[in-house]
Antibody
Framework: QVQLVQSGAEVKKPGASVKVSCKASGYTFTSYGISWVRQAPGQGLEWMGWISAYNGNTNYAQKLQGRVTMTTDTSTSTAYMELRSLRSDDTAVYYC???????????WGQGTLVTVSS | QSALTQPASVSGSPGQSITISCTGTSSDVGSYNLVSWYQQHPGKAPKLMIYEGSKRPSGVSNRFSGSKSGNTASLTISGLQAEDEADYYCCSYAGSSTFEVVFGGGTKLTVL
């Protein structure tokens, strides 16, 4: 069965960086992409960007361009999302989700809470 | 790309049917038959309920159905049950030359 297991909760200070991991299993990792989606407390889902696990091509949401980097390690079937220059409004649960090209996500990770606070 | 428009809340009694709308534009919902719907219970990850507008993943009850007309997609839940109470989100592919996905703002379903 498809599973996406994410790294644990993080607490960061404003201006710092955070890197969240997402280990995939139960399917051929390079046959799909991974989207990252975040959800601020009490708010809706916000798409952050997508990476192809096949060739590493990325597309980021315009508002996060320059602050976010998505990568994959095909040897371990793991995707990573790094967000830099953290602000308080980056406090959210961050999800990875399997995402075929040209479609919406299907399987989701359990989420990683990132708290940005001084 | 702006978020898709959903009603903030809907409600219904057990056994009734409800419909949640998701309105986009000709650049997203109207261009692709690629709308998905997710159910999210508090503290949990979203769960795929409908994909490609009207298809149900294995294991999802046939009480859930999806449709689309023009720039608006809809999720209908028939025979409401207490466990259907959750937040529901729509999603549409919105890319043309690059990959892009857009979500709706979410709808809180209350089972009375």
């Amino acid at each position: 069965q498809v599973q996406l297991v994410q790294s644990g909760a993080e607490v960061k200070k404003p201006g710092a960086s955070v890197k969240v991991s997402c280990k995939a299993s139960g399917y051929t990792f390079t046959s799909y992409g991974i989207s990252w989606v975040r959800q601020a407390p009490g708010q809706g889902l916000e798409w952050m960007g997508w990476i192809s696990a096949y060739n590493g091509n990325t597309n980021y949401a315009q508002k996060l361009q320059g602050r976010v980097t998505m990568t994959t390690d095909t040897s371990t079937s793991t995707a990573y999302m790094e967000l830099r220059s953290l602000r308080s409004d980056d406090t959210a649960v961050y999800y990875c989700a399997r995402n075929d090209y040209g479609d919406c996500p299907d399987y989701w990770g359990q989420g990683t809470l990132v708290t940005v606070s001084s | 790309q702006s978020a898709l428009t959903q009603p903030a809340s809907v409600s219904g009694s057990p056994g009734q049917s409800i419909t949640i709308s998701c309105t986009g534009t000709s650049s997203d919902v109207g261009s692709y038959n690629l709308v998905s719907w997710y159910q999210q219970h508090p503290g949990k990850a979203p769960k795929l309920m409908i994909y490609e507008g009207s298809k149900r993943p294995s294991g999802v009850s046939n009480r859930f159905s999806g449709s689309k007309s023009g720039n608006t997609a809809s999720l209908t839940i028939s025979g409401l049950q207490a466990e259907d109470e959750a937040d529901y989100y729509c999603c549409s592919y919105a890319g043309s030359s690059t990959f892009e996905v857009v979500f709706g703002g979410g709808t809180k379903l209350t089972v009375l």
